[in-house]
């Protein structure tokens, strides 16, 4: 018969702790516990919720500016395409008002792209001063890509060319006018041409000379560059062969001999 752990002699006094002080202390632990995270919250909750909230404002800030963003972004795409399609019809004035409001407001390669219909628009309708008044503007537009920035001062100087002094044309294009510039033949023609007006003509036949033999040209311009060359008395042919065949083949038996720029 099991007897009472009261009962038992001292030196067989169960040494563990009772089932009552078990359970005495897990509510102490407990209370502890509760204790601490109410100290705790009670301590830094201001804070912490503070936080949370700063979190979720940010949160909703960005999604808000980002879904204005891609609107306002849509809204600028929508007016450069309705501005296209008024290019197509011919209709240049209605292209010009379509885009206006992006001028004032766009992003800068709305912006640039916007004053580059509008100045497209002007030399159509014969507005050559307005027209190279939004070249200017996109020229000296710090926001724009740096290559529509190059491209609108080569539209710039070819919109009043023969307006200008040949000095000025030359100052504003020769750091374009370079082999490897992705504008080497659109500016290199301008300068070469430039130098012609002001009597250099051993630079404008080397400049035309190193279009001609630049193989990333257009062979249009190519072919153009290697004829004022030859004019000049530049010889721009590297392949007398390669060229006969480009322009229509070597020439057969009893045909005549092509005549080439000396």
Known sequence: MARNPTELPKDEQPTGPSREDEILMREIDEAVRQDDAAQFFKKYGAALGGAFAVLLVAMFGYWYWDSNRE??????????????????????????????????????????????????????????????????????????????????????????????????????????????????????ELVAIAHLEAGNRDRAGALFAEIAKDEDMPETLRSRARQMAGLLGVDAIEDVEQLLEEEGGLPGEGALPVALPQ
């Open 71 to 188: 609107a306002e972004l849509e809204r600028q795409s929508e007016a450069i395409i309705s501005a296209l399609d008024s290019v197509d019809a011919n209709d240049f004035a209605g292209a010009s008002e379509k885009v206006a409001g992006l001028v004032e407001d766009g992003s800068p390669g709305a912006r640039t792209v916007a004053r580059f219909l509008q100045a497209g628009a002007a030399l159509e309708q014969g507005e050559t001063a307005r027209a190279v008044e939004l070249y200017a503007a996109v020229v000296a537009d710090t926001d724009a890509p740096q290559p529509l920035r190059d491209l609108a001062l080569i539209r710039e100087v070819s919109a009043n060319f023969d307006d200008r002094e040949p000095a000025d044309i030359i100052v504003k294009l020769e750091p374009l006018a370079v082999p490897g510039n992705e504008f080497f033949g659109s500016a290199g």
